[in-house]
């Protein structure tokens, strides 16, 4: 199992991003998948996750007016992007993806496939 992350880059504080996140050689169709990041000095936290059914659930209530999910079922249901905006100099940090065939770990921090990051910078 892969997860290939991208989408990341430096963006001025207000700004907007799109991660995107690719998954292969899962052979079920579904599985939960989450959005972690890690800031520089701090632990990694979790941003948001998504079940088998598609629901979507927020670590921190704040986010959820700024960051979404979705999925691409038209031709690769494999892909999950993050979509973000009002971007923060908060926001700045390390984005992975996750995922795993039980929304339990990864609600609990320990989903058994990870992504390799992607540095998201906001800046003033």
């Known amino acids: 199992v892969q997860l290939q992350a991208s989408g990341g880059g430096s963006v001025q504080a207000g700004g907007s991003l799109r991660l995107s996140c690719t998954v292969s050689?899962?052979?079920?169709?579904?599985?939960?998948i989450g959005w972690f990041r890690q800031a520089p000095g701090k632990q990694r936290e979790g941003v948001l996750l998504?079940?088998?059914?598609?629901?979507?659930?927020?670590?921190a209530e704040s986010l959820k007016d700024r960051f979404t999910l979705s999925r691409d079922n038209a031709k690769n249901k494999n892909t999950v992007y993050l979509q973000m905006t009002n971007l923060k100099n908060e926001d700045t940090a390390v984005y992975y993806c996750?995922?795993?065939?039980?929304?339990?770990?990864?609600?609990?921090?320990?989903?058994?496939?990870w992504g390799q990051g992607t540095q998201v910078t906001v800046s003033s």
């Open positions: 996750a995922m795993d065939r039980l929304w339990s770990r990864i609600r609990s921090g320990v989903p058994s496939y």
């Open positions: 998504s079940g088998r059914t598609g629901a979507v659930s927020y670590y």
């Open positions: 050689g899962f052979t079920e169709d579904e599985y939960a």
